[in-house]
């Protein structure tokens, strides 16, 4: 089973940007469909970004303009390019791995960011 760790969240002024990034490992990266989700406190996890199929992406419409995903299969790496950041994007992020067409998944575990001034 794949292992995903997560990395780059921290504190940023509202405005400013981070890149998280999840590395794998064990399993084939090349055929995981990776995304990124958040969960901020008292509410639910929730789509930011993912690829659909192929490098098709998926965005939450919060983030449409300001986050980029994209993949590194050399690498095993997935990213999230998160520009012009706001105080409603503080939350953790998380980094998931889905193959064989949905019927199994994996979760990093997570990471902080917060965004304040």
């Known amino acids: 089973q794949v292992q995903l760790v997560e990395s780059g969240g921290g504190l940023v002024q509202p405005g400013g940007s981070l890149r998280l990034s999840c590395a794998a490992s064990g399993g084939i990266f090349s055929i995981y469909t990776m995304g990124w989700y958040r969960q901020a406190p008292g509410k639910q996890r929730e789509l930011v970004a993912a690829?659909?199929?192929?490098?098709?992406?998926n965005y939450a419409d919060s983030v449409k303009g300001r986050f980029t995903i994209s993949r590194d299969n050399a690498k095993n790496t997935v990213h999230l390019q998160m520009n012009s950041l706001k105080p409603e994007d503080a939350a953790v992020y998380y980094c998931?791995?889905?193959?064989?067409?949905?019927?199994?998944?994996?979760w990093g575990q997570g990471t902080q960011v917060t965004v304040s001034s």
């Open positions: 998931k791995a889905t193959w064989a067409g949905g019927m199994f998944s994996s």
């Open positions: 690829f659909t199929s192929g490098d098709n992406t």
